[in-house]
């Protein structure tokens, strides 16, 4: 602005030096003419005068225009430069004789010749000008070009110009513009704030969109408006801020500041000082929102929280298995501290238990799936093998490829343990360690089918040692159990090591002989047995002969059912046993005979209900803990008009078989319902009768539950009174109906228990599955049991998962006092057996109860 104030004064002083000279040059013919004498002497002094001031206004015109900075420039109406400075000469870059030889639109660089032509002669309407524009150099640089034009009419038209260079002045002010678009557009937040009264001076959009203002809203506000209250005043925030800044220049940091609506933002800042030519001192401060970031912060510092504290053990590694990271809980589970383990692969605790086809499908699935889990044994680092249950996730990269493993695990061997001794107990016969009755059929089942595949026939041997009551009897079940061992191991030493030997239990023992190629062998091993058994058995100080009834049947040519073959079997072995024992009989046809009785025992079955020959007993429960009996099991009894008591496990296979077992069962269970109903009034309690229901009454169809609520609800009596007991094996095949009836049952409140718990598949998960409320522990455990026995560490580990599970536990069987003692301090909610009472009939039992628990 000053530059261009400046110019008409200059042009001004040549207008006038022009003048100057114009009227020189007209006045000097007339002075001649009228002054030629006789001041013609005075003349000629004063022209000399004359000449001599205007050749020195010239001389000083000539040297205005020689030493100004800006450059000039005289051209003709048409653009031809007939005078230039040495300014414009020094600036183009042309020397003046070529300038001479030149026109204006030879250096013009933004307008044509035209519009050169087209100026000329508007410049001349006009008479002066100013604009700019743009000159190329002779080095062909461009130059801004600010121009004052004037046009003056002598003899002929002439165009003087004033040429200033403002390209650096250009150049300055685009510098400027830029930097304040910047600013305004930046990414970042940027306030300017004045010194000496904290308010805000400038903000740029960013920074009001960051705090949520309008444009222009803040200026004048105080800083401290954008902080927020922490454990600090905002104001305090910002004058320690200042007072930094003060101190050492600049601050920065992160701070949590408060956005217009009251919503808080975490942001890094930068505070440094600029001084203003009229505002004085100016903090500039920059402002990054860093609330994601800060959020990341916290989930990261969270998730290391998780992990430092997690009872179960983590270890990552990385994409090439070396572990690059462990927590408190693995250092404590594997022994390895975590110097120790760093950079190591995980193969460093394998226990050498699993082989590489285990390893290989486990990475297969990480591989594939990007994770695994199941159940593992490792070593720790004293070497002791563990079991732990372990999930490993991949974690990857952008691209696909392996970041990281994430291994979580926890060690379960205990639960392995308990599982085991269970999976054994429920397989295997600790006595003999041959399978048990359970492993034997599946056995049994395999090689049946083997058969069928190979045509080879298959014998089942079923072997009862004779006179085994009698040396259990007299010489005690110490030495019985050694004669059991070693027969064991003789039945076992006569037959190929394919051949499956099994404890039925007692003194029965079962040999299946797969795939027999020739019949006449199956007679060899069997009277190789006989002759092996009736050998004499040296037992301690005494020596004890018994003998072996074996009886054989053929599978398929016998029968082509497993249950079927049992029976033959057993009828073949009893056939055996009538001819004299020590000897073997094959199953044979007249055997059918046996069966036939059997099927005379059905008959007199189905009349038994109707002729009221069955009656329901009851047998009380105790509360160990208490000593109260509010339970009993209803058990059914046959009092048989020829045969006198016949056994329910005699003839409740009969029922099951034709099907009576429904009309039998809802009778008991009636009769259950009756007497839990009397007795519940009668006792001042929740008197609750448990009722066995076998797995073939759950399987005809839904009716019977469905009669059993009804009946209940006719009663009007809660389902609370009535206990279901049902088997193991029922949960193990359960279709979805005995699921639904299951959950009917709970529905109604009636509670279920699972029946001689041990014996079958004993499978915790069905337990949690089928949400059963009791186990009761089977007989053949509590029969043996002693304080340090298998039984007892079998019991036990039964109680305290069921307790876990929130079952209750029923002991089976409890005959002895030491048997209650042991149980109680097992922790055993409840007992039933012969300790406490028989199966009573209900008359009985209430006589009982009133005079016990009045
Ligand atoms: P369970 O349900 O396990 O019944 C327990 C059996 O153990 C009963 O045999 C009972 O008399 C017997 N018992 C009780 N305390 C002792 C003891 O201290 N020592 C010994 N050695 N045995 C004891 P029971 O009455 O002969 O019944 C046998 C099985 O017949 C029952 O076993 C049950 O599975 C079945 N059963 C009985 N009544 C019914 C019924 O109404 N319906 C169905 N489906 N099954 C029934
Ligand atoms: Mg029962
Ligand atoms: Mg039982």
């Known amino acids: 602005m000053a530059l261009m104030g400046h110019l008409p004064q200059q042009s001004e002083f040549i207008e006038a030096a022009i003048d100057s000279t114009l009227l020189i040059a007209l006045l000097s013919p007339i002075l001649y003419l009228f002054l030629f004498h006789p001041v013609k002497q005075h003349l000629r002094l004063r022209e000399q005068a004359e000449a001599t001031l205007r050749k020195s206004q010239e001389t000083q015109l000539k040297d205005m225009l020689r030493t100004s900075l800006d450059g000039y420039w005289m051209s003709d109406a048409q653009g031809h430069l007939l005078e230039v400075n040495d300014a414009y000469c020094l600036m183009s870059g042309y020397s003046r004789e070529e300038l001479l030889k030149m026109c204006i639109s030879d250096v013009e660089a933004i307008e044509t010749p035209e519009d050169t032509a087209a100026h000329l002669k508007q410049l001349m309407e006009m008479g002066s000008v100013n604009f700019e524009t743009r000159h190329r150099r002779k080095d062909g640089v461009l130059l801004d070009i600010e121009v004052s034009a004037n046009f003056a009419k002598y003899d002929e038209a002439r165009v003087h110009c004033f040429l200033r260079n403002i390209t650096l002045r250009k ?18 937040g940027i306030a300017l704030i004045k010194a000496s009264d904290s308010t805000i001076h400038y903000t740029n959009r960013r920074f009001e969109s960051l705090f949520g203002y309008a444009p222009g809203e803040l200026i004048g506000k105080h800083i401290s408006i954008i902080n927020a209250p922490t454990d600090k005043p905002p104001l305090d925030t910002a004058t320690e801020i200042q007072q930094q800044v003060e ?40 402002q990054s929102d860093i609330s994601s970031r800060k959020e990341s912060e916290e989930d990261l510092q969270l998730a290391a929280m998780v992990y430092e504290n997690s009872s179960e053990a983590i270890a990552v590694t990385d994409a090439n298995n070396q572990i690059i990271a462990v927590n408190p809980a693995f250092e404590e589970m594997t022994g390895y501290s975590e110097e120790e383990i760093l950079g190591k692969n995980p193969r460093v605790m394998s226990s050498g238990r699993h082989d590489r086809e285990f390893y290989r499908e486990m990475w297969q699935s990480l591989i594939r799936d990007g994770y695994w889990h199941g159940e593992m044994w490792d070593k720790r680092k004293n070497g002791e093998i563990y079991a732990k249950a372990l999930s490993i996730n991949t974690i990857r990269n952008r691209d696909g490829s392996v970041h990281r493993y994430v291994a979580l695990f926890s060690d379960i061997t205990e639960r392995k343990q308990s599982e085991e001794l269970i999976w054994k107990q429920a397989n295997f016969d600790t006595l003999t360690e041959l399978p048990n009755r359970r492993m034997f059929l599946d056995r049994l089942e395999v090689e049946a089918k083997k058969s069928d595949r190979s045509k080879l026939p298959l014998a089942l041997l079923l072997i009862d040692l004779d006179q085994f009551k009698e040396v259990n009897d007299t010489l005690g079940h110490a030495v019985g159990d050694t004669l059991l061992k070693e027969a064991a191991y003789r039945i076992r030493s006569c037959v190929r090591t394919s051949d499956t030997v099994a404890r039925l239990g007692g003194d029965e023992f079962t040999v299946i002989l797969s795939e027999i190629p020739d019949s006449a062998n ?187 609520l009804a009946h209940l609800q006719e009663l009007g009596l809660s389902g609370k009174h009535i206990l279901v007991e049902i088997t193991e094996g029922l949960l193990l095949n359960a279709e979805h109906d005995i699921t639904d009836k299951l959950l009917a049952f709970r529905d109604a409140g009636i509670q279920v228990a699972i029946d001689d718990f041990g014996t079958g598949y004993s499978s915790l998960s069905y337990l949690k599955k089928f949400d059963i409320d009791y186990l009761k522990i089977d007989q053949s455990f509590v029969r043996n049991l002693t304080t340090d026995s298998n039984d007892m560490a079998l019991c036990e580990a039964i109680i305290v998962m069921a307790h876990k599970l929130g079952l209750k536990v029923i002991a089976e069987g409890v005959e002895t006092e030491e048997q209650r003692v042991l149980l109680t301090r097992a922790g055993c909610d409840y007992a039933q057996g012969y300790l406490l009472s028989r199966p009573i009939p209900p008359e009985e039992l209430e006589r009982y109860l009133s005079q016990h628990q009045p």
């Not at 300055?172 to 930046?186: C, F, M, P, V």
């Not at 949590?256 to 930068?270: A, E």
């Open 247 to 286: 101190k050492n220049g600049e601050c920065s940091g992160e701070l949590l500041n408060l956005r217009k609506d009251g919503t808080t933002l975490w942001t890094s800042f930068h505070v440094s000082t600029v001084i203003h030519p009229q505002l004085g001192k100016l903090l500039i401060t920059y």
């Open 522 to 708: 199956i007679t060899d091993i069997t009277q190789k047995i006989i002759d092996r058994l009736a050998e004499y058995f040296n037992l301690g100080h005494e020596v004890v002969y018994v003998s072996a009834s074996v009886g054989i049947t053929l599978y398929p040519s016998d029968a082509c059912n497993i249950d079927d073959l049992m029976k033959n079997a057993d009828q073949a072995m009893y056939v055996a046993k009538q001819n004299g024992r020590n000897r073997y009989s094959y199953y044979t046809h007249s055997l059918q005979e046996a069966a036939q009785k059997r099927l005379r025992l059905m008959n007199d079955l189905r009349c038994a209900l109707a002729q009221n020959q069955l009656k329901v007993y009851f047998q009380p429960i105790i509360n160990l803990a208490t000593g109260r009996i509010y339970k009993a099991e209803a058990l059914l009894r046959w009092q048989h008009p020829e045969r006198g008591m016949v056994s329910p496990m005699d003839f409740i296979p009969l029922a099951e078989e034709s099907g009576l077992i429904h009309e039998i069962g809802d009778w008991v269970f009636r009769e259950s319902a009756r007497w839990a109903q009397r007795w519940s009034s009668q006792f001042a309690g929740n008197f609750q009768i448990s009722v066995n229901k076998s797995p073939a009454q759950f399987r005809e169809g839904s009716g019977n539950s469905n009669a059993w």
């Open 171 to 188: 150049q300055g002010e685009e510098a400027l513009r830029l930097q304040s678009e910047i600013t305004a557009n930046a990414a970042e």
